[in-house]
């Protein structure tokens, strides 16, 4: 083997074929700065390390105190198409919120604590103005989330994706005591859905949405009077994060039964995400009245004519999250979800939907 | 709200936005008795649940007798531009095993044991041909490294992806007693580099593997007299597992020291990994005339005109992972390694290949 070569090289390198290690090195530090402020007491901290660690602290006994039989429960998801208008706009700061939410508030319909979270982002060309906010999304939406971004890779796939484009994927760890494992089981009929605002369209039905708003020819930088900002930021505005104040309201309630069951309404919208927490025996009628949708989802709705049970089979329809609680509990429960306040993170607004009764595991709309 | 719509619909639905449901539960069915095939007793299966459960089993006591400070690792990671040969080839049955090798080779870097793996699939449109073969890689990947595909995401992204192309990144989680994690600190001068042969490329320098193919105008499907098999085949070798061989010389010399540090040879070589590992004093030298690369490096190296050094910081040159063990252990640990068989697993081949010096965190190639 010879010396480490000098420049000028006449053979190929790594970097004439599209990957920069200066630039992915930059990166890695600013980046690392930003994350480590998600960092808890459990994160052990490995310079340059294979893989991120995370202490279960059994000896420290501040786990084993909580969790006398813990499950790790594990999630993960992208961000679909809304990403396309992000490129679109040129603004990367708010996806990798909806990165995290989309894991984290699944893991919560299994009544779980976040732990940690892992993101995977795949992009043409590492550039900084474009992965420094993307990842600083990320870093916000953990912190929402409560939980540490433990981990990622960047990775740089030369000819995958156009200039300025990316994928993002996340993946996030939680925990729950076994007796805890929230499926639905308890519902049963007279029970009440309770349902959480969404911050809108959080991040299903995208590719629906862009079909529409190519149809009627709308432009992303239009102003919209009844949203008081312009279209592309409406549409982006990022997934609510409902750990904290789910967890809230977890803890107060945490006898079996007293939070029967919790459903994301994620990609299938009601119709599809309800059932999946259902018994056999139950079915969910939802009072179509008992809310206002906002203004975003009529004005698809209209414009590209798309039927109304569609609506609710790709939409959230203004309600992000719904939990299934006896009648008893049902005050005390969004009582706690509203009064809910951490820094940085929207109140949640609630409202009693719907109710469960003896049928065939579906949805019906009323 | 009115009655579910009648067809036909002049309004737009999400099939007409180019996601495909009925596809999409076809797949799911498809996939999930595969995916069952890896599932161990500590998996708790929930019927369409929003994220997959792992039970840590402190109660039965199998967990807690062997972890009593149980650190969970986190690893994540693509397979990078080798998915662009499997599109060339319409090969989709074999970068899924790559893709749990990358996030299970780096926890191993950590001492720790695989327990459950999630994949993230993104494509264009969902097609069966290609989504079927792609997971079964996947599961096999998991077989191989001993874990539990415990969930994992197929997004249909249309306009993202060219037809027949997708990307996919692994999540991976492990386990390690806290005192057991391998972090390279025990590493001294005359410690022995044991060197674990590669399968070939495994998914690391496939962008310049691509440069150097257009530039030679080589064609995949050319036979190649010293592979005895394709261009294309070879290329698309799978990333060898290290998990069960590992875990099995680990099990053995479980006391802090005996291995003192695991570098898993990927993306920038042996000069950017090894010294992952290295105290702030201590050099790795490698003897490269103790192994024979296979020809697969030689052929690229000369093709691109590719410098010798730069070789060994793109290719892992025929050694994918290496451990680094005082010289009284080495033969016991190679012996191990190399007796260790599984049922589909390919046997592991060590070498010798260098030694432990004080130094300054560096690679010297000799």
Known sequence: ?????????????????????????????????????????????VDDGFGGLFSLENDRGLFSRNYRNPVLV????????????????????????????????????????????????????????????????????????????????????????????YDIAGFGIGVVERKRVLKGEGIKPGDVILGLESSGLHSNGFSLVRKILARKK?????????????LGE????????????????????????AVAGIANITGGGFIDNIPRVLPPTCEAVIDTAAWTPPPVFSMLQKAGKVDAREMYQVFNMGIGMVM????????????????????????????VIGRIRTGQRQVVLQ
């Open 1 to 45: 083997m010879g010396k480490p070569a000098k420049k000028p090289r006449k053979g190929l390198t790594y970097a004439d074929a599209g990957v920069n290690f200066a630039t992915h090195d930059k990166l890695v530090t600013e980046i690392f700065r930003r994350v480590r402020s998600t960092y808890g007491p459990r994160v052990i901290e």
């Open 324 to 351: 299934v609680t006896p009648p008893r509990h049902v005050d005390a429960i969004a009582d706690r979800l509203e009064k809910f306040s951490h820094k940085g993170l929207p109140r949640v607004k609630t409202h």
């Open 74 to 165: 594990a999630c993960t998801d992208g961000v679909g198409t809304k990403l396309k208008l992000a490129f679109a706009m040129g603004k990367h700061d708010t996806v990798g919120i909806d990165c995290v939410a989309m894991s984290v508030n699944d893991m919560l319909c299994m009544g779980a604590e976040p732990l940690f979270f892992l993101d995977y982002i795949a992009t043409g060309r590492k550039d900084l103005d474009v992965l420094l906010p993307l990842v600083g999304g990320v870093v916000e939406g953990c912190k929402q989330a409560g939980c540490a971004l433990l981990g990622g890779e960047t990775a740089e796939m030369p000819g995958f994706y156009p200039p300025g484009e």
């Open 218 to 230: 709308w432009k992303l930088t239009q102003h919209m009077a009844e949203f008081g900002q312009t």
């Open 234 to 257: 409406q549409l982006l505005t990022p997934t609510q994060i409902y750990a904290r104040p789910v967890a809230s309201a977890l803890q107060v309630y945490n006898k079996p039964g």
